[in-house]
């Protein structure tokens, strides 16, 4: 036995047991979180332009037609903050259905 050999541990595949997770796995995780957080991002975008149309300023502070043209991207802009941040519980629950649907366990 060299020194280097008895520095490392020793890890027996049988030890790891089910919590081993491999690399093709941890991105496929990876992409199935960052897919449910743009599902929600989009959600919210759609929630969002629907608020804001009802959204009148008066005339003193009003963009006009400019103010009007950009409102949709302020709405997809604030969707994806708030997704990012945690959202309103969407991408979660969509991210576990989507794990189930690729046979993985849900980590949390």
Do not use: C, H
């Amino acid at each position: 036995m060299t020194a280097l050999s008895m520095l490392a541990p020793q890890v027996d595949a049988a030890v790891q047991g089910p919590t081993a997770t491999s690399a093709a796995e941890l991105a496929k995780r990876g992409q199935i979180g960052k897919t449910a957080q743009a599902f929600e991002a989009s959600f919210l975008t759609s929630m969002l332009q629907t608020m804001f149309k009802q959204v009148d300023t008066s005339p003193p502070f009003s963009g006009g037609e400019g103010e009007n043209m950009w409102k949709s991207f302020l709405a997809e802009a604030m969707a994806k903050d708030m997704a990012k941040r945690g959202g309103i519980g969407i991408s979660r629950a969509v991210e576990r259905e989507m794990l189930r649907m690729q046979g993985l366990k849900d980590a949390a």
